[in-house]
């Protein structure tokens, strides 16, 4: 399989994925290709520059189709994943003059709009990373595949935990998101005997964090934490890593309990259906864990089982690879209604 991946960088866990996504393909095999719209800032640059390198992902300025047209006419490409919604024109204009099928990955909610349209009705699948985010997208119901985020559980697993207990916070934090960031570091102040890492776009306002700024080593950090913060990726690596999780962003879903993650078909880690963030709730959860050692452990060792049944990035790519077959046999049998003719795959 030869695809062409499209995204448009940021500090995000979409980022995340998209790397861990492409290395998993080339490691399997495939001639995987990610292009990266968007110069980052020197620091982010430098950050990211051993993956970049790694992967062979070619650095583009956004809307530079020239490049793009030159890649797709060097690797002859089956079909093209776009992942961010600012690269979902660029994708069906390739996929118009190309004649290939594009796919498109849904990060999060508010896709569902009139500009996206045109874009989420010609691609042949909506990737979807949660069943909440498909829910949002139920007029294109017949084209969802719910997949979610995967970790290269061989990377991230659990190293020996010692103390003192150590919280960490994993997230991008934006205007959405500052309220509840400020309210766990205003619980974590409280706390006695623990350590308390920040690994964020923004420094924390707290008397005892330790900021390290955006970093490209989770799999390291998470390996030492206890307990991590946030929502979405930063989970379900935290979970691999063995640690326990309270989901934490625009609002508070608490602790990821046993029954929660036993009960729950669809696992919700958006940190959008919980209650207001308030730092009294947070504490009294984090207290929880920390002063009892058993119960902590429980959780830790039943994340790295959830992380093994649902999250093994291995399998995860198995699923895409096998989605992107489907895609091509449905366009090779499908007539074209904007060119004469039928697609034929390069």
Same mark, same amino acid.
Not at 88 to 110: D, M, N, Q, W
Not at 203 to 209: G, M, Q, R, Y
């Given at each position: 399989?030869? &695809?062409?991946?499209?995204?448009?960088?940021?500090?995000?866990?979409?980022?995340?994925?998209? +790397?861990?996504?492409?290395?998993?393909?080339?490691? /399997?095999?495939?001639?995987?290709?990610?292009?990266?719209?968007?110069?980052?800032?020197?620091?982010?640059?430098?950050?990211?520059?051993?993956?970049?390198?790694?992967?062979?992902?070619?650095?583009?300025?956004?809307?530079?189709?020239?490049?793009?047209?030159?890649?797709? *006419?060097?690797?002859?490409?089956?079909? !093209?994943?776009?992942?961010?919604?600012?690269?979902?024109?660029?994708?069906?204009?390739?996929?118009?003059?190309?004649? !290939?099928?594009?796919?498109?990955?849904?990060?999060?909610?508010?896709?569902?709009?009139?500009?996206?349209?045109?874009?989420?009705?010609?691609?042949? &699948?909506? +990737?979807?990373?949660? %069943?909440?985010?498909?829910?949002?997208?139920? *007029? +294109?119901?017949?084209?969802? %595949?719910?997949?979610?985020?995967?970790?290269?559980?061989?990377?991230?697993?659990?190293?020996?935990?010692?103390?003192?207990?150590?919280?960490?916070? &994993?997230?991008?934090?934006?205007?959405?998101?500052?309220?509840?960031?400020?309210?766990?570091?205003?619980?974590?102040?409280?706390?006695?005997?623990?350590?308390?890492? &920040?690994?964020?776009?923004?420094?924390?306002?707290? =008397?005892?964090?330790?900021?390290?700024?955006?970093?490209?080593?989770?799999?390291?950090?998470?390996?030492?934490?206890?307990?991590?913060?946030?929502?979405?990726?930063?989970?379900?690596?935290?979970?691999?890593?063995?640690?326990?999780?309270?989901?934490?962003?625009?609002?508070? /879903?608490? !602790?990821? =309990?046993?029954?929660?993650?036993?009960?729950?078909?669809?696992?919700?880690?958006?940190?959008?259906?919980?209650?207001?963030?308030?730092?009294? =709730?947070?504490? +009294?959860?984090?207290?929880?864990?920390?002063?009892?050692?058993?119960?902590?452990?429980?959780?830790?060792?039943?994340?790295?089982?959830?992380?093994?049944?649902?999250?093994?990035?291995?399998?995860?790519?198995?699923?895409? !690879?096998?989605?992107?077959?489907?895609?091509?046999?449905?366009?090779?049998?499908?007539?074209?209604?904007?060119?004469?003719?039928?697609?034929?795959?390069?």
């Amino acid at each position: 399989m030869k &695809v062409l991946h499209l995204n448009r960088f940021f500090y995000s866990g979409q980022t995340t994925h998209v +790397f861990s996504l492409v290395k998993e393909q080339q490691k /399997q095999g495939h001639l995987a290709h990610l292009a990266i719209e968007g110069y980052p800032a020197l620091r982010a640059l430098e950050t990211y520059r051993d993956t970049i390198e790694k992967l062979n992902a070619t650095m583009l300025r956004p809307g530079d189709e020239n490049n793009l047209k030159r890649l797709i *006419e060097q690797y002859k490409f089956n079909l !093209i994943h776009a992942h961010s919604s600012l690269t979902f024109p660029v994708a069906l204009k390739l996929s118009r003059e190309y004649k !290939i099928p594009f796919v498109v990955t849904c990060h999060g909610l508010g896709l569902n709009k009139e500009e996206n349209r045109p874009y989420l009705n010609e691609a042949g &699948v909506l +990737f979807c990373i949660s %069943r909440r985010v498909a829910n949002s997208l139920h *007029e +294109f119901s017949d084209k969802i %595949r719910v997949i979610a985020n995967g970790v290269d559980l061989d990377e991230y697993k659990p190293a020996k935990k010692c103390d003192p207990v150590k919280i960490a916070l &994993v997230s991008r934090v934006d205007a959405w998101k500052q309220y509840g960031f400020d309210q766990l570091c205003k619980a974590v102040d409280l706390l006695e005997g623990v350590k308390f890492i &920040v690994a964020s776009n923004k420094p924390p306002i707290s =008397t005892t964090a330790k900021y390290i700024g955006w970093t490209d080593n989770i799999s390291s950090l998470l390996a030492q934490t206890d307990i991590v913060a946030g929502t979405g990726r930063a989970i379900i690596e935290g979970l691999a890593t063995g640690n326990a999780a309270i989901i934490l962003g625009r609002t508070y /879903q608490g !602790i990821l =309990t046993p029954d929660k993650m036993e009960n729950q078909q669809d696992l919700d880690f958006s940190g959008l259906s919980g209650s207001v963030p308030c730092y009294k =709730t947070i504490f +009294f959860d984090l207290a929880k864990l920390t002063q009892n050692p058993i119960y902590l452990q429980k959780l830790q060792e039943q994340g790295r089982r959830l992380a093994e049944k649902h999250f093994d990035n291995k399998v995860i790519c198995k699923q895409i !690879i096998k989605t992107y077959t489907e895609v091509l046999k449905t366009t090779l049998t499908a007539p074209d209604h904007s060119h004469a003719g039928k697609r034929k795959c390069r």
